[in-house]
Each structure stands twice: as structure tokens, then as C-alpha cells.
């Protein structure tokens, strides 16, 4: 098979301000072809790119590989929401009523069409009603398919202009929506699976013979794929609040996929990949499972720190239209090697399993603190973010399937039914997730460690973090930090991991707390802080993670290694402030608070 890059035009149809179309005509869009022009080599067809005509009746002709309107065309054609040029339309073809007389239409003419280009990819930016429907930001199909494989020629995506942010901290989630809504259009759709070839270039689902496509679903209003491309899977003992109950699914059961998810996971027996099967239109089926797949970029849902791994990659390449490069899959640490007791049965059974202190396991990447005032963080599993467990109270019960909590701590027996994870698509299964610091319902910044724009404001930086290119997340101890002059002390009320500075040297962890330097002799380590800032004593405590968990990757490029494990030295060994105060009388505690915390989520179309 001779492959090459896919060059995509884009003629964009637009209600943006002019910070954001620059953004996205001059970044982002240029950004996101450029990724998948890297990525996906396609198979050469050489054809000048013209679309068909769109037909004033919605029944047609199709013969010879062309289509055929009823009497006569529409005026115009759409791809999207985007008026298709005259210029890159076909002649219009037309049949009477009995499918008989079927000719060009008299004074039609082709445009020049698009030569050199394997796909035409049409975006538009308009508050349409799609976008008003939930927290919609983007969504996409295709337009077009050739003849000859099938494959997708032309696309569109309309990206919701009230969606999009120029916020520095939220400029990767919008490439990756924007990268998203490509691969939608270039095969990783509903209306798609069932044109998919194989290794050979036959189709893997069987064709109607006076038609050449695939047996049309009256239910879905799509053509039906063949159980070698997506299969129903059946969970007998699928475990949930009080005792089991069935459980369907759909799974992508591709060879290239099968062999990348099993791999993934560490599971040789899964049967494939499981496919969304909540969400309206544009959401089911046509995304990987959240619950699954968490940050998968191609999950319905963007949370956190969305990555585009090897089976997506793997998907692509299923459809017989690419081969990849996967040099450019992102790592997906999501259920990354946890078996098949992960990607086989239900997170209620993975915590229940494991809760058990004699387990000795933890239920990462589950959890099952309730998310509630006063506020105690974790870190995402590879430090990368502060996090919460996004764990929350339902104004009604969830429904049976999704109730996946016999106990939990501090909630009142017989009020588990209530208690979810805030994230639908994960089947309300709560798990460990970015969130945003908010006042008034303004953003003011994120919990993403790399990001210098989430630095808290000085006057609130209570436990002295720093956001940056060099920072991770770091525990705090069980203690709420507090800050202390001679005559006042106030605690925080958020605790539970910050946002650090580290660096990795001599074989040692190395973390930096204000322009002090705490370094890490074993894991479980306490480093207690006193730290003089801005006329306040801040104190609190940090707990080292293991060396190899930070800076094995470090070090191992230098030739260096990490230490064994050594008694740490005394806390006065470290830099400590103490506050010179004359004796007086009992100062007060005040509790603070840094604002209200929204757990991010965008939906995809």
C-alpha cells in the first residue's frame, strides 16, 4: 500500500471575535492538520476531490458509484453548516421519478474541484442550536466518501464559539477538540464503521448487491456493521449496589485493536474495545467508553489531559484507509497494565476488591471520598495535576447499574443510591480529576501543575506552591496548613497536595518550597515547612513520594539511578523560620476558603 500525507483545506464559516478566529485560523486549525498529517498516511487514490450535490428528495439513485437526484439538484450544498463552493462541486445527476432517464442535468457544470488533496475538511464557528444543547463545544462527520474504498473525502466541524476560550491554561484542550472532531471525520464515526475494510481492501461488512453498500439500520438510520467490526458483549455478574445484574456492551473487535487494548491493559482475554453507550446523538457509539478509557482523547467527554494513544491509532488503521505512525500515540496511563479485573468488570467491584486495608491495594484510579467543604485534594496518579475525587450527591437515585457503593465514609447508610461520580459517561463511576478554582463563576485558574497561569495570587498562596514546566504534585500531610503573624493566624480550608517545584539530583528526589530546597532520603517522608513569606509564617508538611516515581526516567538519561532508601535527617537539618513575637495572649483562628471548585468536563460530538 502506497501512502502519503493527508493536506486538508479548510474554508471556514465564522461569528467569532478576532482574538478567537486568529486563534483558531492561525494555531489551532493549522495545528491539529498538521498532527494528523504526521500521523495517518492514506491510501493513494490520486482523484481531483469534488463533492455530489445535494438532492431536493431525500430518495436517490445510485449507479455506477455516482448518485442521482430525482428531476433535478438543490441550489445549494451544504457540508455542515458550511455552503460548499461551486468550485469544488460535481455536475448534477439526475433520473426521473422511476430511476429511468438518468443523466447530467442540461447546462451543469463541474467545478475544478481540489487536486493534490486526500481530504477537504470545511469548519465553521456558529452558535448553532447543536451548541446549545448541554456543554457542547464542537462536533463533526463527514461529508463525502469515494468510490473506490470508501474512504471519507470530505468533512466538516463546527466548533461553538461560545465554548471557546483563549485562556493560555485551556489552549490544549481546545486543540485536542479540534483533533477530535478531524478523526470523527476521517472514519471514527457511526455512519462509518460498516464501510471499514480489511488488510486487503475488502469490506468487512457485506454489500448489498444493486446498491454496493452495506444493509441499511432502520433504528440507528445508519448501515449496519458486521459483528467482525463491532460485537455485543454480555457481562453475566456485573456488580453493583446489593448484588448483580447483565450488563451490554459494544465493542470494537477490530485484529489491530483487539491486540493494542490487550496489550493496554494487560487482559489477553478482552474481547475489544468498549464503545460509549450513554449520551444523545453524536455521543453513543461513536466515542470509547469513559468509564474504560478516561483521557482517551476520543472518549465523548474531555475531563483532563487528553491524550490520543495507540488504540485510536489502531482503530484508524482497522479502517483500512491508513496505516499509522505511531511514534506520535501519547501515552495513556488510564487503567494502564491493571488487568483484566479493570477492564473486564465494573468499578464497584474494582473498589470493593480493594477497599479492604488487609488488600493491601489502593483503588486508584477510583475513589471514594465525597468532594464537600472543607476541601482535601489529591494528585492525579502521574502528578501532573492537583486533583479532587469527583465523587458527588445525585438529587435523585442513580439508576440500578450505575449504583456502585454498598458503603461509603461519612455518607449515611441507605443514601449510597445517591452517590456518584459527577461524570455520566463514566457510568457515575468517581475517580480522581482536574478541577478550577472559581469566584463568581468566573475562572480564576486551574489545577494543572505545568501551568505558570494557575499560580494562586500571592496574598492566597498559603501553602507556597508553584506552577510551572518543572512542577508536580506533592501530598500534604492530614493537617490543614496555617499562616501566622505575631498577632493573627488563619488556616485554609484546602489541604491535601500542592503544586511544587522539584528537581532530580545525586540520586535524589529534590523539592522546592518558596527558594528553599527539602530533599527526599525515602518515601513516606515527612518535610515540615516553616517558611517566612509576605510578613506570614506559613506552616505546614509535605510527604516525598518515591524517588522512582519522579525521577527514574531523569536520571536513567544521565546514567544515574535512584538511592536506595536512607534514614532522613533531623527536621532541623532543613530550613525552618520561626517568628520573634513579645508573650501575649491567645491568638485567634480564622478558617479561610480559596473559592468554589468546578470539575471540568466538555462534551463532544
Known amino acids: 500500500m502506497h501512502g502519503y500525507n493527508q493536506n486538508t483545506i479548510s474554508h471556514s464559516k465564522t461569528r467569532l471575535d478576532a482574538e478567537k478566529l486568529d486563534l483558531i485560523n492561525n494555531t489551532i486549525l493549522p495545528e491539529a492538520v498538521h498532527f494528523w498529517e504526521r500521523t495517518l498516511m492514506v491510501r493513494e487514490t490520486k482523484n481531483t476531490i469534488r ?8 430518495r436517490v439513485f445510485v449507479k455506477d458509484h455516482h448518485t442521482y437526484c430525482i428531476d433535478t439538484c438543490r441550489a445549494v450544498t451544504m457540508c455542515g453548516e458550511v455552503i460548499v463552493p461551486k468550485e469544488h462541486l460535481d455536475v448534477c445527476r439526475v433520473c426521473n421519478a422511476t430511476g429511468q432517464k438518468c443523466q447530467v442535468q442540461d447546462d451543469s457544470i463541474a467545478g475544478a474541484g481540489i487536486d493534490g488533496a486526500d481530504f477537504v475538511f470545511y469548519v465553521s464557528a456558529l452558535q448553532s442550536e447543536r451548541c446549545h444543547n448541554g456543554l457542547t463545544v464542537a462536533y463533526a462527520a463527514h461529508c463525502q466518501q469515494e468510490a473506490a474504498l470508501d474512504r471519507p473525502i470530505a468533512g466538516h466541524a463546527n466548533l461553538c464559539p461560545g465554548s471557546i476560550s483563549t485562556k493560555p491554561q485551556e489552549l490544549e484542550t481546545l486543540l485536542s477538540t479540534v483533533k477530535h472532531e478531524i478523526l470523527h471525520a476521517l472514519g471514527f ?18 454489500r448489498r448487491s444493486e446498491t454496493g453498500k452495506p444493509q441499511l439500520n432502520e433504528k440507528l438510520q445508519t448501515h449496519q456493521w458486521s459483528e467482525n467490526t463491532i460485537r455485543t458483549v ?9 448484588g448483580t445484574v447483565n450488563r451490554s456492551m459494544q465493542m470494537i473487535v477490530t485484529p489491530r485493536v483487539k491486540e493494542e487494548v490487550r496489550a493496554h491493559f494487560k487482559c489477553p482475554s478482552l474481547e475489544g474495545a468498549e464503545l460509549e453507550d450513554q449520551g444523545e446523538d453524536g455521543t453513543a457509539l461513536t466515542h470509547w467508553e469513559k468509564r474504560v478509557f478516561e483521557n482517551e482523547a476520543m472518549t465523548g467527554t474531555h475531563t483532563q489531559n487528553p491524550v490520543y494513544s495507540r488504540i485510536t491509532l489502531a482503530l484508524m488503521e482497522d479502517t483500512g484507509w491508513y496505516t499509522a505512525n505511531y511514534s506520535m500515540a501519547q501515552e495513556l496511563g488510564w487503567g494502564r497494565r491493571l488487568g483484566c479485573d479493570f477492564a473486564i468488570k465494573s468499578c464497584k467491584e474494582w473498589i470493593t476488591s480493594r477497599s479492604s486495608r488487609l488488600s493491601g491495594k489502593t483503588i486508584h484510579p477510583f475513589c471514594n471520598k465525597v468532594k464537600q467543604d472543607p476541601l482535601q485534594t489529591e494528585c492525579t496518579d502521574d502528578r501532573s495535576s492537583v486533583a479532587l475525587c469527583n465523587l458527588v450527591e445525585h438529587s435523585q437515585p442513580l439508576p440500578k447499574k450505575y449504583q456502585n457503593f454498598d458503603w461509603i465514609p461519612h455518607v449515611p447508610p441507605g443514601k449510597e443510591q445517591y452517590y456518584g461520580g459527577s461524570v455520566s459517561l463514566a457510568d457515575y463511576c468517581p475517580y480522581i480529576q482536574e478541577f478550577t478554582w472559581r469566584a463568581k463563576n468566573i475562572v480564576i485558574r486551574g489545577s494543572h501543575c505545568l501551568y505558570e497561569e494557575n499560580n494562586p495570587h500571592p496574598e492566597k498562596n ?19 496548613w496555617e499562616e501566622r503573624t505575631c498577632k493573627q493566624a488563619r488556616q485554609w480550608q484546602h489541604w491535601g497536595s500542592g503544586c511544587y517545584q522539584y528537581k532530580c539530583e545525586a540520586g535524589r528526589l529534590h523539592i522546592m518550597v518558596a527558594n528553599f530546597t527539602y530533599t527526599c532520603y525515602h518515601a513516606g517522608q515527612k518535610l515540615t515547612i516553616k517558611i517566612i513569606q509576605n510578613e506570614w509564617l506559613h506552616k505546614g508538611a ?14 536513567k538519561a544521565k546514567g544515574e539511578w535512584c538511592k536506595p532508601g536512607d534514614e532522613h535527617p533531623p527536621s532541623t537539618f532543613y530550613h525552618q523560620d520561626h ?14 476558603t480559596v473559592g468554589t471548585t468546578v470539575l471540568s468536563s466538555v462534551i463532544l460530538r
Open 189 to 206: 464515526s457511526l455512519s462509518l464503521y460498516a464501510f471499514y475494510r480489511d488488510e486487503n481492501g475488502e469490506p468487512r461488512t457485506p
Open 462 to 480: 498559603f501553602a507556597l506552591e508553584n506552577y510551572g514546566p518543572y512542577s508536580r504534585c506533592f501530598d500534604h500531610t492530614n493537617d490543614m
Open 542 to 555: 509535605l510527604i516525598c513520594p518515591p524517588c522512582k516515581e519522579i525521577c527514574q526516567q531523569e536520571l
Open 51 to 58: 463533492l455530489n450535490r445535494k438532492c431536493e428528495s431525500s
Open 579 to 592: 517568628l520573634q513575637c513579645s508573650t501575649g495572649g491567645i491568638i485567634p483562628i480564622i478558617l479561610l
Open 234 to 242: 454480555v457481562r453475566p455478574q456485573w456488580h453493583v449496589r446489593g
